[in-house]
C-alpha cells in the first residue's frame, strides 16, 4: 500500500541530501550571525542596493533547509555588507517558510516567490518545493505487501520501506533512514522494519520519510490451539520437597503430535513466596499456601496449581514472644523446634532461617559455640525471626540503654479485696540523663502472695492487708553490685458501700482554712469507721485551695465550690462555702419550749464585721443532747417526750447553743369536791389535780391561781375556802392556761 500523505515534522532526514547544501547552509547561519553584529554597529549607513543569493532554487519537504543571502551596497564604500539577519523576508506561498533567511519547505509548491527587504530595497528569487520521494512503499521480500497481511506468533517478519523517486533512478530502499512505529505495542513491536510478533492481536505498522508514510494491518494468531502443563494438578507438597520439572506442550490448530515447548515456554508464578519455578520449568517448593505455575508461549497458555503445605503443625522459640536485653547484657541464646503433635518436638535452631528486622538495634547470629544468639547494639526495638518450612514465629527484642536509677510513677495503691490491676509505670535514668520507660524490663514479685499476687502481669488483691511488690531490672547493677529495684506498696482495704458526711456544707472564712471534714465509713462487711486523712478531696472551683500536706481546705475569694471526696471505689460530694466571718449570731427563740409532738423553726442571723446581716438556719447543722426527747432536722425542731436538754452546732469554728423544755400538754384540772356547803365562819380545802396526754398527773392546788367570784360570800387561798356570809358564789382554779370550778354555798 502506498500513500502520498505528508510526513509529520519529526521525519527523519535524508541520507541522500547533497553534503554541499548543508555545509553552504551552515556557512550561512554563521554570516547571518556575524552579518547582524555588524549591521548593528553600522546602523547610519546608507543602502543603494540588495543582491539575493541561494545555493539552490529547489528545497525538499522533511529534508534540511536553504539559508538565503542577501547582501547590501552601502553608499561610499568599495565592500559590500550581508544584511540577511536584519531584513524583512516574505513568502508568497505557505507550502514554503522563510525565517531570517532560511527557507524550510512544508508540501509540493512551484515558483514560490523569496523576497527580503533591507534599507527600503527588495530583491527576489523563485523557488520550488519538492518531495523527494513520490511514495513510500513497505515491501516484503522485494515485493509490496498488501494493506492487510496474516502472520502467526513466532513466524519472522522483516520489512523494508522503499522510496519511489520521480526518476526511477533516485528509487532506493530508505528502511533504516525511516521511521517506523506501531499501533499497539502489546501486540507488536517494530525496529527499522524487524517486527516482533508479541501476542493475538491487531497492530498497525506505519513507515514514514520525508512527508511521505505507507502502513500495513497485521492480524496475529497463534498457530496453536491450546497448551497443556503436565502434571495437570492440583499438586501436593510439602516445604522443602525436591524439586519437580514440570512438562509443556502446545496442540497445533492443524492437528498433530504436540509438540514439546518446555525450554521455549515462558515460566510465571502467582506467588513467588509458595512456588518457585525457573526459565526451563523446574519448580521447587518455598513456602505454605497455594500458587500457580503457568507455561506461556505463542499466545497460548497453561497452567497447573500447587497446595504446598509445611510437614509440621507449628514452629515455637525459646523465649516465646518477647525478650528484654540491656546495652550491658551479654547476647542471648534463641532456639527454635518444631512439632508435628502435643508429643513430638524436634529442635530445628540450626536449620532455621534467623533475621533481625533492625540490625542497628539487635543481631542474630550463630556463636563459636554453635548455639544462635541475639546480640543487643543499641537502645531500641526489633523483631527476631525465625523461619522453617513454611513456618514463621517472631521474637519482639527490646534493647534498654544503660540505666543508672529506677523510678516508680506511683509509690503506694490502695485497693480492696477482689480487684486487678496494671503496675504503676517504671522509669530509668540512662547514663545520657535522660529518662526512659523500662516498664517492660522489670521483673515485679510480691512479699505476701497471700494478700496481693501477681498474675499475667498485673496485681491482683486477694485479701485485705499491705503487701510490698518489688520491680527489679535484671542484668542491673548498682553500687553495691545488686540489682536496681523499686518498692510499690499494695493497701488492700475493705470495700466501701457508702461514705456518710456529718453535714453538707462547709464554712470557710475568707483567707483561712478549715481541717479537712470527718466521714464515716460504712463498708460492704457492716464494718464502719471514721476518716480523715484518707479521703482524697477535689474541689471544682480555683476559689478554694486544697491542701493535701496540711488536710485543709482554704477560702481564697467569697464563693461556692463542690468538694469531691474519694476514699477507694466511693466518693462524696460536700459543698463549700467561703463566706466573710460572722462576729455575732442571733437565735430565734433563745430558747426551745414545746409540748410533746409539737415543733418549732429555729432562725440564726449572722452579722459580719462590716454589719451585715445574713439568714444561716438552712445552713446550721444543729445536734440534739438527748434525741429521744427532741430531735432537729435542718432548721425544725419536734418534741418527741419529756425532757430538757439543748441544741449545738458549730459554725465558723464558733459554738452556737439552744436550751430546749418539753412537757407534755395538760389536758384536764379536776377538783377534789366541786361543790363546796360551809356555815359563815367554816372552812374547806380542795385540791386540785392536773391531768396531762401522757396520762401523768400533778397535785396543782399550790400551782394554781385561786379566785373567788364573790369575796362577800367566800374566800380562797391555796385551795383552802372561808366562808364569809351567806350566799353562793364560784372558786375558779387556774393552771397552766386551763380552769376548773368548784361552786361553793354558805348558810347561816
Keep these: ?301 497453561g497452567s497447573v496449581t500447587f497446595v504446598v503445605r509445611t510437614p509440621y503443625e507449628a514452629l515455637r522459640t525459646t523465649p516465646e514472644k518477647t525478650m528484654k536485653l540491656s546495652l550491658q547484657d551479654e547476647p542471648a541464646e534463641v532456639t527454635a523446634y518444631v512439632m508435628k503433635d502435643a508429643t513430638k518436638s524436634e529442635v530445628v535452631t540450626d536449620e532455621a532461617t534467623w533475621t533481625s528486622s533492625d540490625l542497628v538495634v539487635a543481631t542474630v547470629a550463630k556463636g563459636a559455640d554453635g548455639k544462635t544468639y541475639v546480640t543487643p547494639k543499641s537502645a531500641g526495638t526489633t523483631t527476631i525471626k525465625a523461619s522453617y518450612k513454611g513456618l514463621t514465629r517472631q521474637i519482639t527484642v527490646t534493647v534498654y540503654p544503660t540505666v543508672t536509677s529506677l523510678k516508680l510513677e506511683k509509690e503506694t495503691i490502695d485497693t480492696y479485696a477482689g480487684e486487678t490491676g496494671s503496675f504503676p509505670a517504671v522509669t530509668g535514668e540512662a547514663l545520657s540523663g535522660d529518662t526512659v520507660a523500662v516498664s517492660d524490663a522489670v521483673v515485679w514479685t510480691s512479699d505476701n502472695d497471700e494478700i496481693v499476687a501477681i498474675e499475667d502481669g498485673k496485681w491482683k488483691a486477694l485479701k485485705t492487708g499491705v503487701a510490698k511488690l518489688t520491680a527489679t531490672l535484671p542484668n542491673s547493677k548498682n553500687a553495691a553490685g545488686q540489682p536496681f529495684a523499686v518498692t510499690l506498696t499494695v493497701n488492700v482495704n475493705k470495700k466501701v458501700h457508702l461514705l456518710v458526711a456529718d453535714s453538707s456544707s462547709v464554712s470557710i472564712i475568707t483567707g483561712q482554712e478549715v481541717p479537712y471534714p470527718t466521714i464515716h465509713v460504712i463498708y460492704e462487711n457492716g464494718e464502719e469507721e471514721d476518716i480523715q486523712d484518707k479521703v482524697t478531696w477535689k474541689s471544682s472551683s480555683a476559689n478554694v485551695l486544697v491542701k493535701d500536706s496540711a488536710l485543709t481546705w482554704k477560702g481564697l475569694v467569697a464563693s461556692k465550690a463542690t468538694m469531691t471526696g474519694t476514699y477507694l471505689n466511693a466518693t462524696i460530694k460536700l459543698q463549700a462555702v467561703v463566706e466573710d466571718e460572722y462576729i455575732t449570731y442571733t437565735i430565734e427563740p433563745s430558747a426551745i419550749e414545746l409540748t410533746i409532738k409539737k415543733s418549732k423553726s429555729i432562725k440564726v442571723t449572722g452579722k459580719t464585721k462590716a454589719g451585715k446581716k445574713v439568714s444561716l438556719g438552712s445552713r446550721i447543722e444543729w445536734t440534739s443532747s438527748d434525741e429521744s426527747i427532741l430531735t432537729v432536722n435542718g432548721a425544725s425542731a419536734k418534741a418527741l417526750a419529756e425532757g430538757n436538754g439543748s441544741l449545738t452546732a458549730t459554725f465558723q469554728g464558733k459554738k452556737l447553743t439552744v436550751p430546749f423544755s418539753v412537757k407534755p400538754k395538760l389536758t384536764k384540772l379536776t377538783a377534789s369536791s366541786p361543790t363546796v356547803e360551809l356555815t359563815s365562819g367554816g372552812t374547806a380545802t380542795v385540791r386540785i389535780t392536773a391531768v396531762y396526754e401522757n396520762g401523768k398527773t400533778v397535785d396543782a392546788t399550790a400551782g394554781a391561781q385561786w379566785k373567788a367570784t364573790s369575796a362577800k360570800v367566800a374566800k380562797v387561798a391555796g385551795g383552802t375556802i372561808t366562808a364569809v356570809a351567806k350566799g353562793s358564789t364560784t372558786v375558779k382554779a387556774t393552771f397552766e392556761g386551763k380552769t376548773v370550778s368548784i361552786r361553793v354555798k354558805v348558810s347561816k
Excluded: C, H
Aim: aromatic share 6%.
Design 1 to 301: 500500500m502506498r500513500s502520498n500523505q505528508m510526513e509529520k515534522t519529526g521525519a527523519k532526514p535524508g541520507r541522500g541530501q547533497p553534503f554541499v547544501y548543508r555545509f553552504v547552509a551552515a556557512l550561512l547561519l554563521i554570516a547571518l550571525v556575524w552579518g547582524q553584529a555588524g549591521g548593528i554597529a553600522s546602523a547610519e549607513d546608507t543602502v543603494t542596493g540588495v543582491e539575493l543569493s541561494a545555493p539552490t532554487t529547489t528545497v525538499y519537504v522533511g529534508e534540511d533547509s536553504i539559508a538565503l543571502s542577501l547582501i547590501a551596497s552601502i553608499s561610499g564604500s568599495s565592500s559590500k555588507k550581508d544584511v540577511t539577519s536584519s531584513a524583512t523576508w516574505t513568502s508568497s506561498n505557505s507550502a514554503v517558510s522563510v525565517s531570517g533567511g532560511v527557507v524550510t519547505a512544508k508540501s509540493n509548491a512551484t515558483n514560490v516567490v523569496i523576497t527580503g527587504k533591507y534599507g527600503g530595497y527588495t530583491a527576489t528569487i523563485a523557488m520550488k518545493s519538492l518531495y523527494r520521494y513520490s511514495s513510500i512503499e513497505i515491501q516484503k521480500d522485494g515485493v509490496a505487501v498488501d494493506a492487510k497481511m496474516n502472520v502467526q506468533l513466532g513466524d519472522p517478519l522483516i520489512l523494508t520501506a522503499y522510496g519511489k523517486g520521480t526518476d526511477s533512478n533516485d528509487s532506493k530502499v530508505v528502511t533504516d533512514d525511516a521511521s517506523w512505529s506501531t499501533s499497539n505495542s502489546s501486540v507488536a513491536t517494530v525496529d527499522d522494519g524487524e517486527v516482533t510478533l508479541v501476542a493475538s492481536g491487531t497492530a498497525t505498522i506505519t513507515v514514514s520519510y520525508l512527508g511521505r508514510t505507507d502502513s500495513v494491518v497485521l492480524t496475529i494468531a497463534s498457530p496453536y490451539k491450546s497448551l497443556t502443563v503436565d502434571p495437570a494438578g492440583p499438586v501436593e507438597k510439602l516445604v522443602d520437597d525436591d524439586e519437580l520439572q514440570l512438562k509443556a506442550s502446545a496442540q497445533l490448530k492443524t492437528g498433530g503430535s504436540d509438540e514439546v515447548v518446555t525450554d521455549k515456554a515462558t515460566w510465571t508464578t502467582s506467588n513467588a513466596s509458595v512456588v518457585k519455578v525457573s526459565e526451563d520449568g523446574e519448580v521447587s517448593f518455598v513456602g505454605v499456601g497455594t500458587a500457580s505455575v503457568t507455561a506461556t508461549y505463542l499466545g497460548v497458555s
